[in-house]
């Protein structure tokens, strides 16, 4: 089965994120990189809204139906796919048991859609932490973390030219 790990970036400081994904197959029992990626929010963003836009851009690189494994460390994505708590949250008009509003309900409906068109199985795999934790995960981390720092220093560089 293929496995696709996600992760986000963030940086409180000035807000930038970033999101990644890493898709991982195997032949033979060698473990190999499919394809990789990664991105940047600019703008008034979360560490949720990271996490979730590195799924979603994740999942929208497959082609239809085919049946693919996600890896995230985000117990809250995993939570809200596997026990599909996102349907009732949609039928609450994106407001959770507790009454509170559920963020960026857009960016769920796109995730739950995405999901459903190529297959995807949800898993939660254990946060990294520094060079200890799966490996795949931990390269996610480092895509995501230095596409982040890249575009900070991008930003700085424009911003001093102003």
């Known amino acids: 089965m293929i496995r696709l790990y996600t992760d986000g970036s963030y940086s409180p400081e000035d807000h930038v994120g970033a999101w990644s994904w890493v898709l991982v197959g195997d032949v033979l029992e060698t473990e190999f990189v499919v394809d990789?990626?990664?991105?940047?929010?600019?703008?008034?963003?979360?560490?949720?809204?990271?996490?979730?836009?590195?799924?979603?851009?994740?999942?929208r690189a497959l082609p239809d139906d085919i049946g693919v494994l996600v890896l995230c460390d985000s117990a809250n994505i995993v939570q809200a796919m596997s026990e599909h708590l996102w349907a009732y949250w949609a039928t609450h008009k994106w407001y959770g048991a507790s009454y509170h509003a559920i963020s960026y309900p857009e960016l769920w409906e796109q995730l739950v859609a995405e999901a459903e068109?190529?297959?995807?199985?949800?898993?939660?795999?254990?946060?990294?932490?520094?060079?200890?934790?799966?490996?795949?995960?931990?390269?996610?981390?480092?895509?995501?973390?230095?596409?982040?720092?890249?575009?900070?220093?991008?930003?700085?560089?424009?911003?001093?030219?102003?």
């Open 36 to 59: 990789a990626d990664a991105g940047v929010i600019f703008a008034d963003t979360t560490p949720q809204r990271v996490e979730i836009e590195a799924v979603l851009q994740g999942l």
């Open 117 to 162: 068109r190529v297959g995807a199985d949800f898993e939660w795999v254990h946060a990294h932490n520094g060079m200890q934790g799966d490996p795949w995960n931990i390269e996610a981390d480092h895509l995501a973390r230095d596409t982040r720092k890249t575009a900070q220093l991008l930003q700085q560089s424009l911003q001093s030219l102003e």
